[in-house]
């Protein structure tokens, strides 16, 4: 009955937005879909809930980009440098059409200190999106799968979306200068032109509407332990995992959000891969027929820092020391410094509209070792 359900559930969806695909051809004529239907029970499926908040005005109705960031609850250091550095929207032109928003869980220690700081946190910055449940690695899927719904229900009007982790920093002007370059079909970016001309003319032929792009992760084989990457023979029975898009950041169209969020309601918790990136890049898409491939950005892995690695034009996420559980906070900082460098060096235009010389457009000195205050 499973099995069925999955079934006419990925028809229904195939069918709903004109996609014609094989796997969805077979008609169902031995069991009615009403009695199918009548059979679904929705704590079966994946579902995702809100802590209460006023959501709607997170985002502004022009905004373009959506870059939301998977961080852990009790991680309030992490963000409050994310928004000194690379998810703050007037520290670069570019980012001025550029909506940010963290996606937290539950405490699972009932801590009534953390709790309240949290509470001050959503209240001053208006950018927390916390989910019904509690943090733990595999839930991670709850928070990607959340982040789909939140953005659906709330600001479906954004036409693209970046997904990232706190332990991460992105080049998030990069970032806005693609989209700026997908929906006016010209760049604003000096940089895009310059330093980036091949990966610029990789983009004309890639239709848009239906981008789904990240670091590939193609052929990675599939582990069988008990670990948190282990995935089990009933979810999946195969010794290579689906095409999946690495969890550094994918971005994608809204098209995209839409039918990964549908193909969400009706996936089963049974088959869940409870390893997020690869159970929304790989088996939710694989579920919703679309798929995450490569593109010509790099992304690095690193454990001594990101510097030298910025220097590469084509860049855009690298992790921090915070990816090997080493807090140094200040690395938000230096690498920021770099983006920014990169950015206001080779765009003339930048220069000219800020009036403004280089050091002043950096950030304000992040002390590594002074105590963190909300």
């Given amino acids: 009955m499973h099995d069925l359900l999955h079934i006419l559930h990925r028809f229904e969806f195939s069918q709903h937005d004109n996609i014609s695909s094989n796997i969805f051809s077979t008609v169902l004529t031995t069991t ?11 704590e079966r499926y994946v579902q995702v809930s809100f802590n209460e908040h006023s959501y709607a005005n997170m985002c502004r109705s022009d905004d373009i980009l959506l870059v939301y960031i998977l961080s852990t609850i009790q991680n309030l250091e992490r963000r409050h440098y994310i928004r000194q550095t690379y998810a703050n929207r007037t520290n670069h032109p570019l980012l001025n059409h550029t909506c940010f928003v963290f996606l937290v869980g539950l405490q699972s220690s009932g801590d009534p200190v953390l709790k309240q700081k949290v509470k001050l946190e959503r209240e001053k910055y208006n950018d927390i999106v916390q989910i019904q449940h509690n943090e733990s690695y595999q839930n991670v899927v709850f928070k990607e799968v959340g982040a ?3 953005s659906f229900e709330y600001h479906s009007q954004i036409p693209y979306l970046f997904k990232t ?11 806005s200068a ?22 610029v003319s990789s983009l004309d032929k890639i239709n848009k509407q239906t981008f789904f792009r990240g670091s590939d992760m193609g052929g990675q084989p599939t582990q069988r332990n008990t ?9 999946w029975n195969f010794e290579v995992l689906p095409q999946y898009c690495s969890g550094f950041g994918f971005l994608m169209a809204k098209f995209i959000r839409d039918r990964l969020y549908r193909a969400s309601l009706h996936y089963l918790l049974d088959n869940v891969a409870w390893v997020g990136d690869v159970f929304v890049s790989g088996f939710l898409a694989g579920a919703a027929a679309v798929r995450c491939s490569g593109w010509q950005l790099d992304y690095a892995q690193v454990a001594d820092g990101c510097t030298e690695h910025f220097k590469k034009a084509n860049m855009l996420v690298c992790s921090t020391p915070m990816h090997s559980s080493i807090d140094k906070f200040c690395e938000y900082g230096k690498i920021w410094e770099i983006i920014l460098q990169r950015h206001s060096s080779s765009d003339s235009k930048f220069i000219q509209k800020t009036n403004n010389s280089i050091s002043s457009l950096l950030p304000p000195h992040l002390n590594c070792n002074e105590a963190f205050r909300l």
């Fill in 32 to 42: 009615s879909k009403s009695t199918l239907l009548n059979t679904i029970i929705p």
């Fill in 148 to 150: 789909l719904k939140w």
């Fill in 165 to 175: 982790d706190d332990d991460l920093i992105t080049d998030t002007i990069l970032l």
């Fill in 178 to 199: 693609i989209v700026n370059l997908f929906l006016y079909n010209k760049s604003n970016s000096d940089y895009l032109n310059k330093q980036l001309n091949s990966f």
């Fill in 227 to 235: 670990g948190k990457y282990g995935v089990n023979e009933l979810t």
